[in-house]
């Protein structure tokens, strides 16, 4: 089994709806990261947590909020998603005790919002 | 504010060549810089990490050099093959609680 997923794996929205994508992790890792990857633009930052009663924006994060519910799941919302959140969405995780400090990557998530 | 720099334009060399991608950063002293492979669709897959303190750092076909006064780091893949083609992003971090930042990445293809 994987060890980072994310569901749904592809989604598409209307303008205005709310929507959430999950992510959960069999890593034991206390980090998790949100990206977002647009064509020329790369992977940008939208939320990211060291535990789970720690949150932080990153370079992104208007639009967006996020959840960890658990060391193991963070939730990524669209309160009203809009036609430039088209992107693929990745989310990440990574452990504080690790030596490498190498991020471990979900399949993504394919949002449109038409 | 911190930037990270890769070529933006794709890469083509010929299979048994070795391919060299550039990063450079900016108004940043990161202590460590990795280097992740990316194909088509999928979640970047971790491949180096080199630290500020290494010259130089080798993994199979792999070799990163991590040059502090110039603020660039090199990535090398000798003997390249076709199954090399991917996008590679380097990601310049400065540990403990600061972010990782990702490049937008260079694309390589290897021409069989």
């Known amino acids: 089994d994987a060890d980072v997923t994310q569901t749904p794996r592809n989604r598409i929205t209307k303008t205005g709806k709310r929507i959430m994508l999950e992510c959960s992790q069999t890593?034991?890792?206390?980090?998790m990261y949100w990206y977002r990857q647009d064509p020329g633009l790369g992977l940008r930052l939208i939320y990211y947590?060291?535990?789970?009663?720690?949150?932080n924006k990153g370079e992104i994060s208007d639009g967006y909020s996020v959840s960890r519910q658990a060391q193991a799941k963070f939730s990524l919302s669209l309160e009203s998603a809009i036609p430039n959140q088209t992107a693929l969405y990745f989310c990440?995780?990574?452990?504080?005790?690790?030596?490498?400090?190498?991020?471990?990557f979900g399949p993504g998530t394919r949002l449109t919002v038409t | 504010s911190q930037k990270i720099e890769q070529n933006s334009e794709a890469l083509n060399i010929q299979e048994g060549k070795t391919a060299t991608l550039t990063c450079n950063y900016t108004?940043?002293?990161?202590?460590?810089l990795q280097w992740y492979r990316q194909d088509p669709g999928r979640g970047p897959v971790f491949l180096l990490l080199?630290?500020?303190?290494?010259k130089e750092k080798r993994k199979e076909r792999l070799k990163v050099t991590f040059d502090t006064t110039l603020k660039q780091s090199l990535f090398h893949i000798t003997a390249s093959q076709p199954a090399d083609s991917a996008t590679y992003l380097c990601?310049?971090?400065?540990?403990?609680?600061?972010?990782?930042?990702f490049g937008t990445g260079t694309k390589l293809q290897v021409i069989p």
């Open positions: 990440a995780t990574s452990d504080s005790r690790g030596v490498s400090y190498e991020q471990y």
């Open positions: 890593k034991g890792h206390d980090r």
């Open positions: 947590s060291f535990d789970v009663k720690d949150i």
């Open positions: 108004n940043y002293s990161p202590a460590y």
């Open positions: 080199i630290r500020e303190n290494e």
């Open positions: 990601a310049p971090y400065s540990g403990g609680y600061q972010k990782v930042t």
